[in-house]
């Protein structure tokens, strides 16, 4: 099993939008990120895409569903403050890799759930970044670290 966990690219700020904050949108960069993500995971045959319902979420993996020929599943479970409901979606796969996209304060506590990691410390999760989870069966998950698209 390989989850993607993507967190989102960046977005305008939220000082800077208005309207509800689960409709503010990709800036000029985080466009281009998402554009980046399609190169980013080529390498893996994705089967599904989940994303939070924010649009900035959704929007960042839309490329790379197109990319695909897939769409966005869009589920609670991965919104803003849902750190403990995105764990239980990683079962939900096929044989190839599920992306997962979501938030900052929902992806370090869903990697380590997801590989098993027993340690308090810091996780990097930039925006654009992509956490890779390998699970083979094996004692502990291969886990690896994808910066943000340039």
């Not at 208005?18 to 503010?24: E, L, N, P, Q």
């Not at 695909?68 to 750190?83: I, K, M, N, T, Y």
């Not at 390998?134 to 698209?149: A, V």
Request: with cysteine; net charge negative; aromatic share 4%.
């Amino acid at each position: 099993m390989t989850v993607l966990v993507v967190r989102h690219a960046v977005a305008i700020g939220r000082s800077a939008w208005s309207h509800a904050d689960v409709d503010r949108p990709l800036d000029e960069r985080g466009v281009a990120q998402a554009a980046g993500l399609v190169e980013l995971l080529r390498e893996f045959k994705i089967d599904s895409i989940l994303s939070s319902p924010s649009a900035r979420c959704v929007d960042t993996v839309r490329p790379l569903a197109a990319a695909c020929d897939l769409s966005v599943d869009v589920v609670p479970q991965l919104a803003e403050g849902q750190r403990d409901a995105a764990a239980t979606l990683a079962g939900s796969n096929g044989p190839g890799a599920l992306v997962l996209c979501s938030h900052g304060d929902v992806i370090p506590p869903l990697v380590k759930a997801l590989a098993r990691f027993q340690g308090d410390g810091e996780m990097a999760c930039a925006k654009g970044s992509t956490w890779v989870i390998e699970d083979d069966g094996g004692e502990r998950p291969r886990l690896r670290y994808l910066p943000p698209p340039a």
